[in-house]
Nanobody
Framework: QVQLVESGGGWAQAGGSLRLSCAAS????????MGWFRQAPGKEREFVAA????????YYADSVKGRFTISRDDAKNTVYLQMNSLKPEDTAVYSC??????????????????WGHGTQVTVSS
């Protein structure tokens, strides 16, 4: 049974930083496509970042490029999202997602099979 558990959300001031974690069980993050998505109140869920094997390729939405970094710790079977230079518009519920094979665009939520429950990130101005 696959489980993805996010942690690390919370409150930050604009310009601050937070690091989200996604601890996985039932799959190996090293061999999976792992993604982060977010959903703000009243808005559609949107792609934030993804990381894939081989080559540890990483991908980012234009809105977070240069500010957010996705990484993984294979020994801990955990994926991270380091968020720097936070803006109020980054406020959303952030969810971790996984697919154990590579099919379809990494930026499309429907192309992920497993999801965590999400963690709230609130950025104040």
């Amino acid at each position: 049974q696959v489980q993805l558990v996010e942690s690390g959300g919370g409150w930050a001031q604009a310009g601050g930083s937070l690091r989200l974690s996604c601890a996985a069980s039932g799959l190996t993050v090293r061999n999976s496509r792992m993604g982060w998505f977010r959903q703000a109140p009243g808005k559609e869920r949107e792609f934030v970042a993804a990381i894939s094997w081989p080559g540890i390729s990483s991908y980012y939405a234009d809105s977070v490029k240069g500010r957010f970094t996705i990484s993984r710790d294979d020994a801990k079977n955990t994926v991270y999202l380091q968020m720097n230079s936070l803006k109020p518009e980054d406020t959303a519920v952030y969810s971790c997602a996984a697919r154990t094979y590579y099919s379809g665009s990494y930026a499309v939520a429907a192309n992920y099979d497993y999801w965590g429950h999400g963690t709230q990130v609130t950025v104040s101005s």
